[in-house]
């Protein structure tokens, strides 16, 4: 057997994410008053308790994903002695990027939360909200060419890109809400379905460059270190181990694609991943890969009896 990890980005957050694996492991409550400590906010208590439209904040959902994440690895070795090099290879979603990263042992905890919360921030304040916009594209019909057209005609108005190749049948495209809004026409016109996305930002596209300069000046007074495991990298799809490569990568992330598909595709065929993993909040990428991979097995783990029943399995 060989084992990937998964770790998610946006949009798997929710309210009560993390209190169960909270109440039962005093490893995982280290974990949650360490991101506290490191950001001088409560985030913990608004994981628990709400409400959910801060929770679901940019700046505030991406160091909670991470947080829930990192609780779980650290719950992992201490409760269950599984370490992360159990994995032959990491891999995260967008923010779930500096997830696995801070899992291979790249950047502490504290660290990863402060980059986060920055990032959400940059990222809030590179667009003018109302002035960017995203959608995801789905149905058979959706595959990387179709979304690459619809993304064309709508650049014709302005910025508009395909900003995750998530799997086939959901493609994301990102840009000024006026393209993006021609890219849907466009898209529907293909055959695919277009559902535009209720986010704060359109991320992973050119507009988010002012926020890809904040986080060169942030990351270059970072201490990245070789992680223990390789991270295969959002914009590139491979696995990366050196620390410059790395920092250099986590700038690209912000405005390139996610290029997931082609990652997961990667793990599967390449390096011969059977196994999936995807630590944290929610099933998001559970899902994806067992598209991807269906010949691969994949598994969340979210709930300590999870984590229990993997620990065995290995």
Not at 44 to 57: I, K, W
Not at 241 to 251: G, K, N, S, Y
């Amino acid at each position: 057997m060989t084992l990937a990890l998964l770790f998610p980005g946006q949009g798997s957050q929710s309210v009560g994410m993390g209190a169960a694996l909270a109440d039962a492991f005093p490893s995982a409550r280290e974990v949650f008053a360490e991101v506290d400590d490191a950001l001088g906010q409560s985030l913990s208590m608004l994981m628990r308790e709400g409400p959910e439209d801060q929770l679901t904040l940019t700046e505030n959902a991406q160091p909670a994903l991470m947080a829930v994440s990192l609780a779980t690895i650290r719950a992992l070795k201490v409760e269950f002695g599984v370490d992360v090099s159990a994995a032959a290879f990491v891999a995260g979603h967008s923010l779930g990027e500096y997830s696995a990263l801070a899992a291979a042992g790249a950047l502490t905890v504290g660290d990863t939360a402060r980059l986060l919360k920055l990032r959400g921030q940059a990222m809030q304040r590179a667009v003018p909200v109302g002035q960017g916009a995203m959608a995801s594209l789905i149905g058979p019909k959706t595959d990387l060419a179709l979304a690459e057209a619809a993304a064309a005609a709508g650049a014709e108005l302005g910025v508009c890109v395909v900003a995750n190749d998530n799997n086939a049948g959901n493609i994301v495209i990102s840009g000024e809400k006026a393209a993006v809004d021609r890219a849907i026409e466009k898209a529907k016109e293909l055959g695919a379905r277009a559902i535009p996305l209720n986010v704060s930002a359109p991320f992973h596209c050119p507009l988010m460059q002012p926020a890809a300069d904040e986080m060169a000046a942030a990351l270059a007074a970072a201490t990245i270190v070789a992680p223990v495991v390789p991270v295969v990298a959002n914009v590139t799809a491979s696995p990366e181990q050196d620390a410059e490569t790395i920092r250099r990568l986590l700038v690209e992330q912000v405005t390139g694609r996610v290029r997931w598909r082609e990652s997961m595709e990667w793990l599967a065929t390449q390096a011969g991943v059977t196994r999936f993993a995807e630590i944290g909040s929610g099933k998001v990428l559970t899902g994806m890969a067992k598209r991807i991979a269906p010949d691969a097995e994949s598994v969340a783990l979210n709930t300590a009896e999870d984590l229990e029943a993997f620990a065995k399995s290995l």
